[in-house]
Structure formats: structure tokens, C-alpha cells
């Protein structure tokens, strides 16, 4: 960069900095944190559909369900069929409301009960991220799924009964790591989205978190990853649980499948360490619990010390 | 009496082989039950290499002062590969077991996944001796991809496995 256009940014910076050390963000350096964040939360694969080769985050990749199969929609910035016209406040409204632009509501496949824990920077950096990729021109598909689940007003009626907009609020008793943790886990990463049981009415069941879905997206068994020691993860050391995130590789030696697969390869892989050992740090914390979706008592290669 | 079996070591092996023979439960020679081995055994063998990798991710993830042993591992694993391949020719997808029949419907596409287990096992082997650890790592990875996109095609996931808890057996 020339000297002096270098010394023209410095000044801008530094003018900037006495706002927020974010403020001070290029448009490139914004790009990229929204990439950041696009990883952490698992690469937004749902929105991809590699079965049919679909171009990356063009929607149209099916998503079954108990209640039938949701197509993911276009979230690159063409302005027909993708979010091209969104602006600011509409993307920040459908991640942390669960509202469209239009103010209808979206089904809970999408995981805005999850991203509502979001800060601002984090949507904002997200938005920039998606908006500096190529726009691809892709028809949304109509979901495909059963009355009264495909009426929109029965998304509304779901969200009355079932979810309330708030922003993450970090735990001022614990470190800086546990809520980092916290807040990727509950909010950015919405791991509790694929391995919490559901209700019947598709709520995420609170009392069971992180507990294991033995049919979660995509019909998918999503293991308990609590704490639990013989149903859970609790064997598992924070390096375990790193390496997992960075490898797909379980301390059996065993691969990540599925799901779990594709949000490594595309997500978490690439999320710098210290937020990965805050993910452990703080999934060591949540309560156990007791949910054997698994079992290796007959598995003659697994001893299980349980009787 | 010793003394005479020693002078006829041929004489000794037969007696040997006859005993064990004999002393080998009837049912172990029926079909169902050869399965049921061929199940168990491929199963120790699959968990063989599960150790086999979950070694090299402890002394990767741990930094273990180890890395020489990774070569070992990754020769073991790149034998390990053409026992699989000769385990699996068999078709025995009933019962307690998660291969897909796949395995026997597509041999061929089978045989390229075992394949590519024992290229991504040679190659770690030879970068292992190098002692690159960015390099080993990346190729612990690609090792990790051809287990990976064996499983996917031929390996039924955990909402379909035997093991799934009330599956029933």
C-alpha cells in the first residue's frame, strides 16, 4: 500500500478506534469476520445442495422432517430469487425473529431460535460475508410438507407458543472462555438444534439439552453430547472434543458422519482453537445426562464398564 | 513317549491337528454360525484400525514425543487395508453388522475405497518418516477422508445401525 494512502487509513482507523476497536473495520477485514462466523456456525451447509451438486448456499437442498421436507432457501446476493435486496435490518429481523421481510414467519427448520442469541457484529459481518459472494440465480422451491405444518400462519402460531427473541446474555459468574463457549454453542454454532430431543410440536425440549436426538435433521441420530459418562461424552478430554471439531475424528479413531461430517469440513474446522477450547470448556459444564441412543454393551470391541 | 514324538515331528503335527480339529464344537462348522464369525472378526478387525488411527490422534493431538511411531501405524493401516478388502468378499449383511450390501452389490466401487485406504496409508507412512508435522497432520487428514467416503457408501449410519439402542437383537 502507498505510504500515503496507508497513512490515510491509519488516520481513519485511529479516528474510528475512539468509537469501537470494530468500528475500525475494513470492508475486508469485515468479509472476512463474516466468513469467521459463517464457519463457526457449520458453514450454513443446509443451504447447499451437494446431492444435486447445487452451487454453494443457493438453497433448494431438501431438508426432511417429521412434519415433511422443507427446502432450504437462496441466501446468496442475487436480488430475484436470493437476499441481494435485504438490507441490514431485514437479515438481522429473519436471523433473530424468525421474520421475513415481508413479516411472515419462517418454520423452525430454520434455527433462528438458535441465532437470536447473535450480536450485532456477528449478523453484520455475516451479512458481508454472504453479500462479497458471487450472486447465483436459483428459484426458491415450495416446501413440501403437510397442512396445517405448511400454512405460514401455523409458524406464527409455533412461535407464540414456543419462542421468545434474546440476544445471548453471558454469565458474568464464569471466565471470558465459558462464555465464548456459551455463546458459539447456544447461538453460532447451533449445536443444540441437532443433538436436543424435540417435543411433538418440534420444540427444542430445554430440559434435555444437548441430550441426543435419536431422529434429528435429515432423520439423522445426533448423539448426546453432554457430559454424561457412560451415554455422553463425558470420556471425552477438551482435547478429544478439539481434535473432533478439527479432524473428524472421534478418540476411537472413528469418523464423523452425516451431518456432523459436513459442518466440520465446511465450518468448524477452520474456527481458530481458542474458540474451540472454549466450546469444550463450556460443554463440560452442562448438566449429564442420562440418554443411551447407542448401544455398545453388545459390541464385543467395547468394553462398557457398566454392568 | 516324548522322546518318540520328537523323532517323528510329522507324527506330532498330525496328532495336533487332529485333536484340535476334533475339539472344535460342532457348530462352528454350521453356515450360520461361520456369520456370525465372519461378523466378529471383521468387526475386530474394522476396531483394529479404529485404534490403529485413534493412536496417531493421540500423539498428534497431545503432542506426544511418539511422532516416529505414525510411520508404524500407517504401514499397519496400509496392511490392514488388503485385509479388509479380503474380509469383505464374503457377503454376510444380515445380522448383527452395519455393512451395507452395497459392499456386495457395487465389489468393484468397494474395492476402490479399500484402494484408496492403502495410497492414503503408504502416503502418510512415506511423509511420516519425513517428519513434517503440518504435513503429517494434512495427511492424517486425507487418511481420514478415504475412511470417510468408504463409510458414506458402505457403512449404514447410526440411525440405521444394530447398535442403535432398542433396535431390537
Known amino acids: ?90 437479515f438481522a429481523r429473519a436471523m433473530r425473529e424468525g421474520r421475513a421481510p415481508d413479516g411472515s414467519a419462517y418454520f423452525p427448520v430454520f434455527p433462528y431460535t438458535s441465532f ?34 405448511s400454512w405460514r400462519l401455523s409458524a406464527r402460531i409455533w412461535q407464540w407458543l414456543h419462542f421468545e427473541p434474546a440476544r445471548f446474555s453471558p454469565d458474568p459468574s464464569q471466565t471470558a472462555a465459558w462464555n465464548r463457549g456459551a455463546y458459539l454453542v447456544h447461538a453460532v454454532a447451533h449445536c443444540g438444534e441437532c443433538h436436543t430431543p424435540r417435543t411433538l410440536t418440534g420444540a427444542i425440549d430445554r430440559s434435555r439439552w444437548l441430550a441426543g436426538a435419536s431422529d434429528g435433521p435429515e ?8 457430559p454424561h459418562e457412560t451415554t455422553g461424552i463425558g470420556r471425552w478430554t477438551a482435547t478429544d472434543l478439539v481434535w473432533y471439531l478439527q479432524m473428524g475424528f472421534d478418540p476411537d479413531g472413528d469418523d464423523a458422519q452425516g451431518l456432523m461430517r459436513e459442518t466440520i469440513e465446511h465450518g468448524f474446522q477452520h474456527v481458530p482453537r481458542t474458540d474451540l477450547e472454549a ?12 440418554n443411551r441412543l447407542l448401544d455398545h454393551a453388545d459390541h464385543a470391541d467395547h468394553a462398557d464398564p457398566e454392568p | 513317549m516324548a522322546v518318540r514324538l520328537v523323532d517323528r515331528p ?10 484340535s480339529v476334533a475339539a472344535l464344537p460342532a457348530r462352528a462348522q454350521s453356515p450360520a454360525a461361520s456369520d456370525e464369525g465372519t461378523i466378529r472378526y471383521r468387526q475386530k478387525l474394522m476396531s483394529g484400525v479404529g485404534a490403529d488411527m485413534g493412536a496417531i490422534g493421540d500423539i498428534l493431538k497431545y503432542g506426544l ?25 464374503r457377503d454376510v449383511s444380515a445380522g448383527p453388522t452395519d455393512a451395507k450390501p452395497e459392499i456386495w452389490q457395487e465389489p468393484e466401487a468397494f474395492r476402490e475405497k479399500t484402494q484408496a485406504m492403502k495410497d492414503e496409508a503408504d502416503k502418510l507412512a512415506a511423509i511420516a518418516a519425513g517428519g513434517d508435522a503440518a ?19 458402505f457403512r449404514k449410519p447410526k440411525e440405521e445401525s444394530y447398535k442403535r439402542a432398542g433396535a431390537g437383537s
Not at chain 1, 470494530?22 to 466468513?35: M, N, Q
Not at chain 1, 462466523?37 to 457449520?42: H, K, N, Q, T, W
Not at chain 2, 508404524?72 to 487395508?81: D, G, V
Open chain 1, 116 to 149: 437470536t442469541g447473535m450480536s450485532d457484529e456477528d449478523l453484520r459481518a455475516l451479512k458481508a460475508y454472504l453479500f462479497s459472494l458471487a450472486p447465483v440465480r436459483r428459484e426458491n422451491r415450495p416446501h413440501d410438507v403437510w397442512p396445517p405444518f
Open chain 2, 65 to 89: 514425543p511418539l511422532q516416529s511411531h505414525i510411520a508404524t501405524y500407517a504401514t499397519l493401516l496400509s496392511q490392514r487395508s488388503e485385509l479388509v478388502a479380503a474380509a469383505f468378499e
Open chain 1, 219 to 226: 432423520g439423522e441420530l445426533a448423539p448426546n453430547i453432554t
Open chain 1, 1 to 90: 500500500m502507498p505510504a500515503g494512502r496507508a497513512a490515510v487509513v491509519f488516520t481513519a482507523a485511529a479516528a474510528l478506534l475512539s468509537n469501537s476497536a470494530i468500528a475500525a473495520e475494513t470492508p475486508d477485514e469485515l468479509v472476512a469476520r463474516g466468513r469467521a462466523v459463517l464457519e463457526a456456525a457449520g458453514g450454513c451447509t443446509c443451504h447447499t445442495d451437494f446431492d444435486d451438486d447445487g452451487p454453494p448456499l443457493a438453497g433448494g437442498r431438501p431438508l426432511s422432517t417429521p412434519f415433511g421436507v422443507y427446502y432450504s432457501t437462496n441466501i446468496t446476493p442475487d436480488p430475484e430469487t436470493g437476499i441481494g435486496r435485504w438490507s441490514d435490518a431485514d
Open chain 2, 135 to 153: 504435513a503429517i497432520g494434512q495427511q492424517v487428514k486425507a487418511l481420514g477422508d478415504a475412511c470417510g467416503s468408504c463409510h458414506d457408501s
Open chain 1, 279 to 290: 466450546i469444550a470448556t463450556y460443554l463440560a459444564t452442562v448438566p449429564p445426562i442420562e
Open chain 2, 10 to 19: 510329522l507324527g506330532l503335527l498330525a496328532l495336533v491337528v487332529f485333536a
